[in-house]
């Protein structure tokens, strides 16, 4: 059973870098075809897609965030990570990893972690 | 960019009731459109995929429609474990796109 787990700090300074992992387990970031993806979802706001990652390593990002983000694959850790840069309070959100795996030639997001908090506050 | 307007962004319903969700996109695209279901605290929850094609493990009380830029969602009989937030998704193109979401309420 695939399993997605984020992890990181829950509080991170304004100017600051946030960092984010998810550990994927039952299943492994190197299997082919599929992405590894990030969305977020503010406060009492709707999803939001961050970015995705390829298992050959392509990446693909929301022009929303411009420069201000990076996703990468560990494949010894079975693990994939986010980091945006130059938080404000407007990153506060729920952050949540997920699998896009390919169904009717489309990828869709069809496995999600259970998301976690990151505040942006002095 | 290819936004998706979901409608309405809330309703109240009982138990045993039809709710009908509907998501509209800017311009086509085809049927690569898919439905989540959100609760507080939970992983969210591929509902449908491909704009009709149900999720495994998915009760057949969900169903989904539509092609190009007009797609529902349709939960008949609805259960005190369907009051959640729903959410459309297009995978046509990047940056993938999220509707605003419907939070389905007790009435």
């Known amino acids: 059973q695939l399993q997605l787990q984020e992890s990181g700090p829950g509080l991170v300074k304004p100017s600051e870098t946030l960092s984010l992992t998810c550990t994927v387990s039952?299943?492994?970031?190197?299997?082919?075809?599929?992405?590894w993806s990030w969305s977020r979802q503010p406060p009492g706001k709707g999803l939001e897609w961050i970015a995705s990652i390829y298992y050959n390593g392509n990446t693909y990002y929301n022009p929303s965030l411009g420069s201000r983000v990076t996703i990468s694959a560990d494949t010894s850790k079975n693990q994939f990570s986010l980091t945006l840069s130059s938080v404000t309070a407007a990153d506060t959100a729920v952050y949540f990893c997920?699998?896009?795996?390919?169904?009717?030639?489309?990828?869709?997001?069809?496995?999600w972690g259970q998301g976690t908090l990151v505040t942006v506050s002095s | 960019d290819i936004p998706l307007t979901q409608s309405p962004s809330f309703l109240s319903a009982f138990v045993g009731d039809r709710v009908t969700i509907t998501c509209r996109a800017t311009q086509g695209i085809n049927t690569y459109l898919a439905w989540y279901q959100l609760k507080p605290g939970k992983a969210p929850k591929l509902l449908i995929y491909g704009a009709s094609t149900l999720q495994s493990g998915v009760p057949s009380r969900f169903s989904g429609s539509g092609s190009g830029t007009e797609f529902t969602l349709t939960i008949s009989n609805l259960q005190p474990e369907d009051f959640a937030t729903y959410y459309c998704l297009q995978v046509k193109s990047y940056p993938l796109t999220f509707g605003g979401g419907t939070k389905v309420e007790i009435k």
């Open positions: 039952g299943g492994s970031v190197s299997s082919s075809n599929y992405f």
């Open positions: 997920a699998r896009r795996s390919p169904i009717l030639v489309v990828h869709y997001l069809d496995f």
